[in-house]
């Protein structure tokens, strides 16, 4: 502890800030010299005009269902040309897909007969124009079928719910699931009723999750008032995206049109049972005529349908009668990439977000769209007044994220070593603002620049006084940054890659704010302009803060990344794993075949890196020697040797900090140094933008997770195999203790250690 306490001693007294603080910003070719506050000043004065609300008007106009949305694809890339990008290009990949046909819902009693039937559609608004645009409720992937059975109320639909149902001895073989949306990914749900033979999923949206804003409290739904929406649907998609997103029949690979590849099975990461959505308002009639039937679990007795007690059923007097008929096939996806091209092209910024949606969505994503306008017509004006980035930009935007992260993923899989090889960092953009409360998930490595960023710009605090972005994020998040799991389109990149990301969203504090109709008709222009972001206020914020992020990463002479964030996270997470005490006094043999020193691990980092760093020799875990001795250590020997590791990696980390933080100052001053010291500084400066640019490289698996898991590749921070979008961190030491496997924990442990030691060496 007191390593810890003093590397972050250090790392304050000197200031994480301070390798950021270059006044002058030059390029050494041909474009014109910039003052840091010059770039700075002129892209906010570009965005002094807010257009955000004309760009989400244009997007939110018209459902952009993936695949079938060229008219828009083609404007958003006109419109991007008109900026002055270097190139605008459409990237296209043939994925599986599936498309609505017809669903329908019906209640019948136990003699046949019609009680209720369910119309599926969300109600039709004068006030609200996007209101009368039909769009199908059904789910992205669910399989065809036509199924009647008795159903059971299974809460959230957890992996925990399903098992606590069978254990207390519901039978669930046979039946329907009717499951509230929350806690996990709706995949997952889906995934989990299968696993437990049930024959489809209903989903619908239980009101009590939408905090203080609801009637029971005295607010109007929409469109009169801030409450949902009774008739509102959550649509989305059923891929189990914890277990690999992307073209359910290429897993780790993508296909271009007009190639030939072969595609596997679909069934690994998507369901073979029906599901459908549907509105509480629609589901309240199907859920009463369960009450007083089987068990009333207290805990699951939270929610606010009227009438139903939170019984699970089945009442045997009735059966539903699910039916959901798509169409799969074979369908391309257009991604758009705009370039600036930088005075080093094997250095790449890249921002993205996806213009996909399963309605007219003003929030998901074309809040993010909008904003994404902004930031390319900010970036572009600079470069009209003379200005070359060090450091290429690239504006994506994907197609397909709705169905499973479609277009990034593929995109990512195809062009994988050139990413891993050129790309920087990705800064993610999708529901970029639905409220006035920022929220932010990253890589440790990109923690000091986002705080620092953010303590440049303003926020518009509703009585005028002064506080800056990063005052708010430290009062309303506790200076808490995410860890990232997944659910959008950052996930190719950090979980699969190994690029240093950052999801960023204004969202809506915890409870006083407007509902937000998530994959609703309701979440549109006219809801965003009087609830979400009156006066797109933060989604201008969002372009001027992701702006900044973007000038700093591309023109900083050193990179914008800092590793002691990283080595002290490492440390918190590690020491909250639940080991379990009764393997601490285990032997712990070296697992040690798959990690020897010419493995495909080193030769895996070594092609990423194009052989920065040098081999590490002998550093994978073998015998011990405690006391003088040779031993087969314990468990707890092998933990004392991490943490020890870990103890080191963060001193590294924070003397490393520090002298890159040196070399950044020297530039402060290069004009007064000598030929001879900038050459040496030049140098310097290579290797050290080197290290910083490949460190999260070295938390790859080249063979992935386990429980087949191998698309998933970070060791560190990955998606939740039981939640989808909620984040699993150090996912080889917890899951396997989860699943009681010793043997699978020692080989992620050893995996672990061999990063740390490697990582040890190279800064």
């Known amino acids: 502890m007191s390593i810890i306490l003093s590397c972050i001693f250090l790392y304050s007294l000197f200031g994480c800030f301070s390798g950021f603080s270059t006044s002058l910003w030059s390029s050494d070719i041909g474009s014109r010299q910039f003052l840091k506050s010059e770039l700075y000043d002129s892209y906010l004065k570009v965005l002094e005009t807010n257009l955000a609300s004309n760009w989400s008007e244009i997007y939110a106009a018209t459902p952009q269902l993936a695949g079938t949305n060229m008219e828009m694809v083609n404007w958003a890339k006109d419109t991007f040309e008109s900026f002055g990008f270097d190139s605008v290009e459409i990237d296209e990949y043939d994925v599986y897909m599936s498309y609505p046909l017809d669903q329908s819902l019906k209640l019948f009693s136990k003699n046949g007969s019609l009680v209720y039937e369910a119309s599926l559609k969300e109600k039709e608004f004068e006030e609200d124009p996007n209101s009368s645009i039909f769009v199908p409720a059904f789910l992205g992937y669910a399989e065809s079928g036509d199924v009647t059975a008795e159903y059971v109320y299974c809460h959230f639909g957890t992996k925990e719910d399903y098992e606590t149902l069978e254990k207390l001895g519901v039978e669930l073989q046979g039946k329907i699931a009717v499951v509230r949306y929350g806690k996990i990914f709706r995949g997952l749900k889906v995934k989990f009723a299968q696993e437990h033979g049930m024959k489809a999923v209903l989903l619908y949206s239980d009101p009590f999750e939408d905090g203080d804003m609801i009637e029971e409290n005295g607010f109007k739904p929409y469109p009169e008032g801030p409450a949902r ?37 679909p069934y690994y990461t998507v369901p073979r049972i029906p599901a459908l959505p549907i509105s509480y308002e629609e589901v309240t009639p199907i859920l009463q005529k369960l009450s007083g039937h089987g068990l009333k679990i207290d805990s699951w007795s939270d929610g606010l349908i009227k009438g139903f007690d939170y019984s699970v059923g089945p009442n045997p007097k009735y059966k539903l009668n699910l039916m959901n008929d798509q169409e799969f096939n074979i369908s391309t996806m257009h991604n758009i990439m705009a370039k600036i091209e930088g005075e080093n092209p094997n250095d790449v910024i890249l921002i993205g977000n996806h213009h996909d949606s399963w309605i007219p969505s003003a929030g998901d994503p074309h809040s993010g769209s909008a904003t994404m306008m902004e930031i390319a017509r900010g970036l572009t004006t600079l470069t009209k007044l003379g200005w070359k980035p060090k450091r ?17 993923t593929e995109f990512g899989e195809y062009f994988a070593k050139e990413l891993q090889k050129n790309l920087v960092a990705y800064i993610n953009l999708d529901v970029a603002s639905i409220g006035g409360v920022l929220s932010m998930g990253a ?29 708010h994020f430290k009062e309303t998040s506790n200076d808490t940054i995410h860890y990232l799991g997944s659910g959008s389109d950052y996930t190719v990149f950090l979980d699969h890659l190994g690029i240093p990301s950052v999801d960023l969203g204004f969202g809506p504090s915890a409870k006083d704010t407007p509902v937000y109709h998530y994959h609703s008709i309701y979440d549109s222009y006219n809801w965003m302009s009087q609830y979400g972001d009156v006066g ?79 081999d590490v020799g002998s550093s994978s875990c073998g015998k011990f020697h405690l006391n003088g001795d040779s031993k087969t250590p314990t468990c707890s020997d092998r933990l004392s040797q991490l943490q020890n590791n870990l103890d080191e990696l963060l001193q590294k980390a924070v003397k490393f900090d520090l002298y890159v933080n040196s070399l950044q100052s020297q530039y402060d001053h290069y004009d007064d140094l000598s030929p001879w010291q900038k050459l040496k500084l030049k140098f310097s400066s290579y290797s050290a933008n080197n290290k910083l640019k490949y460190f999260e490289r070295n938390f790859l698996n080249p063979d992935g997770l386990s429980d087949h898991r191998e698309w998933f590749r970070h060791i560190v921070f990955t998606s939740g195999r039981y939640t989808g979008y909620g984040g699993q961190q150090l996912p080889g030491l917890w899951e396997n203790v989860e699943d009681d496997n010793y043997e699978g924990f020692l080989i992620a442990l050893e995996f672990l250690d061999k990063v740390v030691k490697r990582l040890i060496v190279q800064i």
């Open 443 to 471: 890589s440790p490595l990109l923690h000091d620049l986002l705080r620092e960023t953010a303590d440049l710009l303003p926020y518009p605090t509703k009585d005028g006084s002064y506080q800056s972005l990063y005052e």
């Open 536 to 614: 797109f206020v933060f989604h201008n914020l969002m372009a001027k803060y992701v702006g900044l992020l973007t000038i700093s990463l591309s023109e900083t002479d050193i990179l914008g990344l800092r590793t002691a964030q990283y080595g002290l996270k490492l440390i918190e997470l590690f020491n909250k794993v639940p080991i379990p005490k009764h393997w601490l006094k285990n032997e712990a043999p070296s697992m040690s075949s798959p990690f020897s020193s010419k493995t495909k691990l080193s030769q895996f980092i070594a092609d990423i890196t194009s052989n920065t760093y040098s």
């Open 229 to 265: 929406q009774p008739s509102s649907i959550q649509r989305g998609s059923v891929q189990f995206l914890s277990y690999g997103p992307g073209d359910p029949t290429t897993p780790g690979y993508a296909i271009k049109p007009g190639e030939s590849k072969s595609r596997s099975s």
């Open 392 to 408: 290429s930009i690239w504006i994506g935007s994907w197609d397909g994220e709705e169905y499973g992260l479609l277009g990034s």
